[in-house]
């Protein structure tokens, strides 16, 4: 059974024994069963679009303590739109929440065209798509992992 550690000493961690070694610990080595772990993953996913800037991981974190899930597999799951990829998150949020809103709004694909008067006017379709997205990305990503666990993980004991 893997304890986990402090937050605080998750960084170290993964600094000393290299990424692969700390997905192997924490993922294919936990005690928690293919599901806990694919629930996990789903719960970081959805909210790593979620729109609430700034508390992705605070509430994947509190969630995944509140329902005995992995809490470092959803806290890694949370970053998935980190980095270059926010503004893929954004654009498909966007897009999503007009196909879903039935909005024909367009959004340019240039900063110059986006502005306050835009975004005030839009971001009930950005919060609609981001949640659809979050949904779409936590089934697809559930069943991902949960197929490979299936294949490859041995049973916990």
């Known amino acids: 059974m893997t304890r986990s550690p402090k937050f605080s000493q998750l960084f170290k ?3 000393e024994k290299g990424f692969k070694d700390f997905v192997k610990t924490y993922f ?11 629930l996990a993953v789903m719960l970081g996913l959805f909210f790593s679009v979620a729109p609430i800037w700034g508390y992705q991981t605070a509430l994947a974190l509190g969630l995944a303590y509140v329902f005995k899930l992995n809490k470092i597999v959803a806290v ?12 893929v998150a954004i654009f498909l949020s966007f897009k999503l929440g ?3 809103m039935g909005n024909s709004a367009e959004m340019s694909l240039s900063f110059a065209d986006i502005n306050m008067d835009f ?4 971001l009930f379709q950005y919060v609609i798509g981001s ?13 991902f992992t949960y197929g490979v666990l299936q294949v490859f993980r041995k049973p916990p004991l």
């Open 28 to 38: 294919w080595n936990s005690s928690d069963s293919n599901i806990q772990l694919t």
């Open 13 to 15: 961690e993964l600094k």
């Open 76 to 87: 890694l799951a949370s970053q998935a739109s980190m980095g270059p990829l926010i503004p």
């Open 119 to 122: 975004i005030k006017l839009n």
């Open 131 to 143: 949640l659809f997205l979050g949904t779409v990305m936590a089934v697809l990503g559930g069943l």
């Open 98 to 100: 007009g196909w879903a």
